[in-house]
Nanobody
């Protein structure tokens, strides 16, 4: 299984970005996909997750601003990030949990700065 994330970049405070992650390989249909983020010196933290059935979970810090979605047919997961704040600056990683295994994509850097 491989995960390929894209969509990071530089955005001004209050702006928006959309991250995408494509999963490839042999993937069991029942799984959970998510986005985590990490800043230097801090642990990687969950941003949002979504099950193959569509149930979602968000970190309190992004509720109401970020929306996670997925396309099961394409094995894609998305993170729409609105009203971005400087504290959202981090490397964002996509994640796939399936059959007791966890897979990670490479990170994509999101920088929120004026």
């Amino acid at each position: 299984v491989q995960l390929q994330a894209s969509g990071g970049g530089l955005v001004q405070p209050g702006g928006s970005l959309r991250l995408s992650c494509a999963a490839s390989g042999s993937i069991f249909s029942i799984n959970i996909m998510g986005w985590y983020r990490q800043t230097p010196g801090k642990q990687r933290e969950l941003v949002a997750s979504i099950t193959s059935g569509g149930s979602t979970n968000y970190a309190d810090s992004v509720k109401g601003r970020f929306t996670i979605s997925r396309d099961n047919a394409k094995n894609m997961v998305y993170l729409q990030m609105n009203s971005l704040k400087p504290e959202d600056t981090a490397v964002y990683y996509c994640n796939l949990g399936v059959l007791a295994k966890v897979y990670w994509g490479q990170g994509t850097l999101v920088t929120v700065s004026s």
